[in-house]
């Protein structure tokens, strides 16, 4: 409250306590106990209570309004202890401003937990789709397991039918072979009878026919009949023995088939022991599948029962200023985290404009240095137009300056500087709630990260040659200087300038600068446009997008770096495991560049890093997480590639 403001409410408690004064005479009797001054006092805080609209969110604010009107009254009424109850009032307000900004640090939690309710809800809905799928899949395979169990025991039944009619085949065609090869040997019997009886017949009729001694002819006739009648018994004796056997080929071919009969009942007894075992492991899958979807949708039903409902963001539309058009214009394209940031933003600088006073933070170690001050300070209320350009012009001066001083001292010696020792301490708390507050630009949030230690001025200042290199990259391919390449010089100069980055990254950058799918190598791109700045200092989407992928790149970097160590984050680790790690890594690290690492890591001066390979090494540790905390404030990137070059 300003001065101005308290003295109309001092009179005003002034003629009201003498109105008082003049009626307390007339309506309370000689004998009251209770002082008058007293009871005009409650008498006021009474009316000025009952004035107040209790329906709105700020009563308890509004309540503390005429408690702290009539201390200020009985302040300036009592003199002596007018120092005394200032200093007790003062350090209340102090306390209470402490509270508030506490209470607002504490409303994106609310934020948070939106966004984190959201994301659990599409998880689950995501899930719940997938196990749906999944079902009506394990479904339609069941089915078809079936079905081929179903033919397997058709086929199976087939073949056995098959094989029983084969096997009635054989037998008839064995009787049939057997009946004429019984009728064969009758006939060669009887041709040999009556072969013989005519070699009879023809030696009776003449025997000088022959020339010889016909005792010595009937006596070869007679070994001949008794060489033929041992013959015959044996050929009988061979009847007898082997009358049902089987022939050697029929046999073979019988065992042949039956053998392929019998492997193809075994495949088929296999597969179907396989499709039992697969169908229990379904079954088994399916119950196990019921219970977690009872589990989600218990889990589901109990979110949807204690989570909120999704915002409707259309409501901003009339609260924002500058209504729809402005209000579509701020939440194009953003998530609603990002929305949420956007109306924290409005919200933010519209109390930011109403106050005209800071209140000094004090001189304590852990406030800023640029911050150290007791008092109030003047709200100077520039516009963000004002306080990026302020900004731009501090970047400028540090780096043509040498960075010998902190950046904190730096940036409070522009200020001075720039608006003279009485007025540095104003512009420094007003620049630094105006950074505080629009986090979703990129010059102020680059500067708050970079003033509050979060970021080491070097990322930036190494983003902003890695720019102006591309650009410089650029022109040299216009020959013609007309502000113009084509696609295939824009893809060149990415891939000669970022050799590291994998193809799908080239094409995300040329994605932002203008390139799509369907546009042809030869198309025009005005370069210069990609590098360009709004009023404000917002950058194209081009750069947008390298910042980005450089982000991205360093936390795949340190990832890439904690799997190497094999370490939990709460683990400690040595000096010279990050050192093996690091190179190992990335191989084409310099030296010097790996010892800004782990000076980095280890927070060590440089004339204390022990070189590599002394005793002292081991006994420098850090916690695995603060290590790589340290290292993600810093610019840390890949000098080369992880796997060798083959030698050509």
């Known amino acids: 409250m300003t001065p101005s403001s308290q003295k109309p409410r001092t009179s005003r408690i002034a003629s009201f306590l003498r109105n008082g004064r003049h009626c307390s005479w007339q309506q309370h009797p000689l004998g009251t106990t209770k002082p008058r001054y007293l009871e005009q006092l409650e008498n006021y805080l009474?009316?000025?209570?009952?004035?107040?609209?209790?329906?709105?969110?700020?009563?308890?604010?509004?309540?503390?309004?005429?408690y702290r009107e009539i201390f200020e009254f009985f302040i300036e009424d009592f003199k002596t202890y007018k120092p005394l109850l200032s200093s007790i009032k003062n350090a209340y307000e102090v306390m209470l401003a402490h509270q508030r900004e506490k209470i607002r640090a504490l409303e994106p939690l609310k934020a948070k937990l939106v966004t984190v309710n959201e994301?659990?809800?599409?998880?689950?809905?995501?899930?719940?789709?997938?196990?749906?799928?999944?079902?009506?899949?394990?479904?339609?395979?069941?089915m078809n397991l079936l079905k081929l169990i179903d033919k397997k025991n058709e086929e199976k039944i087939s073949l056995q039918s098959e094989v029983s009619k084969l096997r009635k085949n054989l037998a008839e065609e064995y009787l049939r072979y057997l009946t004429e090869r019984d009728a064969r040997k009758i006939l060669i019997a009887d041709l040999n009878e009556l072969r013989y009886q005519r070699e009879d017949m023809s030696l009776a009729q003449s025997p000088g026919i022959w020339g010889e001694d016909p005792v010595k002819?009937?006596?070869?006739?007679?070994?001949?009949?008794?060489?033929?009648?041992?013959t015959q018994m044996e050929l009988n004796t061979m009847k007898a023995n082997f009358g049902d056997v089987v022939p050697r080929r029929d046999f073979e071919m019988q065992e042949k088939t039956n053998k392929d009969?019998?492997?193809?009942?075994?495949?088929?007894?296999?597969?179907?022991e396989e499709v039992c075992k697969e169908h229990e492991i379904l079954l088994q899958l399916h119950m196990t599948t019921l219970k977690e979807r009872d589990q989600f949708h218990s889990e589901l039903q109990e979110i949807q029962r204690t989570s909120t409902p999704r915002p409707d963001w259309s409501k901003c539309e009339d609260v924002v200023a500058g209504g729809p058009d402005r209000w579509q214009m701020l939440a194009e394209g953003k998530n609603s985290d990002q929305l949420v940031d956007v109306l924290l933003e409005e919200i933010g600088e519209g109390l930011l404009r109403e106050k005209d006073f800071f209140p000094g933070l004090g001189y304590g170690e852990a406030i800023p240095s640029f911050l150290r001050f007791d008092g109030i300070v003047e709200n100077k209320k520039p516009t963000k137009k004002d306080v990026v350009n302020l900004l731009k012009d501090a970047w400028k001066q540090r780096l043509v300056e040498e960075q010998k001083e902190k950046f904190p001292d730096f940036?409070?010696?522009?200020?001075?500087?720039?608006?003279?020792?009485?007025?540095?301490?104003?512009?420094?708390?007003?620049i630094f709630e105006n950074i505080k507050l629009f986090r979703s630009n990129e010059v102020m949030s680059q500067?708050?990260?970079?003033?509050?230690?979060?970021?080491?001025?070097?990322?930036?200042?190494?983003?902003?040659?890695?720019?102006?290199?591309?650009?410089?990259?650029?022109?040299?391919?216009?020959?013609q200087n007309e502000g113009l390449i084509t696609m295939e010089h824009l893809s060149t100069v990415l891939k000669s300038t970022f050799p590291f980055k994998?193809?799908?990254?080239?094409?995300?950058l040329m994605e932002a600068g203008g390139w799509h799918p369907n546009s042809s190598n030869a198309d025009l791109l005005n370069y210069r446009s990609l590098f360009t700045e709004d009023e404000e200092g917002q950058s194209t989407p081009f750069v947008q997008k390298l910042w980005e992928q450089y982000v991205d790149e360093k936390d795949e970097y340190l990832q890439e770096l904690k799997q190497e160590l094999g370490m939990e984050l709460?683990?400690?680790?040595?000096?010279?495991?990050?050192?093996?790690?690091?190179?190992?890594?990335?191989?084409?690290?310099?030296?010097?560049?790996l010892n800004s690492y782990l000076i980095q890591a280890f927070q060590l001066p440089m004339k204390e890093l022990p070189e590599e390979g002394e005793e002292k090494e081991e006994s420098i540790v850090v916690q695995l997480k603060i290590a790589l905390q340290r290292l993600q404030m810093i610019d840390i990137r890949r000098m080369g590639s992880r796997e060798p070059e083959p030698a050509s």
């Open 46 to 66: 009474r009316k000025e209570l009952l004035l107040l609209d209790l329906s709105t969110d700020s009563t308890q604010e509004l309540r503390l309004q005429p």
């Open 447 to 479: 500067f708050y990260a970079v003033l509050m230690g979060k970021r080491s001025e070097n990322v930036y200042i190494k983003q902003k040659e890695t720019v102006a290199q591309l650009l410089k990259e650029m022109t040299n391919a216009d020959s």
């Open 261 to 272: 009969l019998q492997e193809q009942l075994d495949s088929l007894r296999d597969d179907y």
């Open 502 to 508: 994998k193809e799908e990254k080239i094409q995300e």
């Open 119 to 142: 994301d659990c809800n599409e998880r689950i809905l995501a899930m719940r789709a997938e196990e749906r799928y999944e079902i009506t899949m394990l479904k339609k395979e069941k």
């Open 411 to 430: 940036f409070f010696n522009f200020l001075e500087h720039r608006f003279g020792p009485g007025e540095a301490m104003a512009w420094a708390y007003t």
């Open 217 to 230: 002819l009937t006596l070869a006739l007679k070994m001949t009949r008794q060489d033929l009648t041992r």
């Open 570 to 593: 709460h683990n400690e680790v040595t000096l010279p495991q990050i050192r093996e790690a690091l190179i190992s890594i990335d191989p084409s690290l310099e030296k010097q560049t």
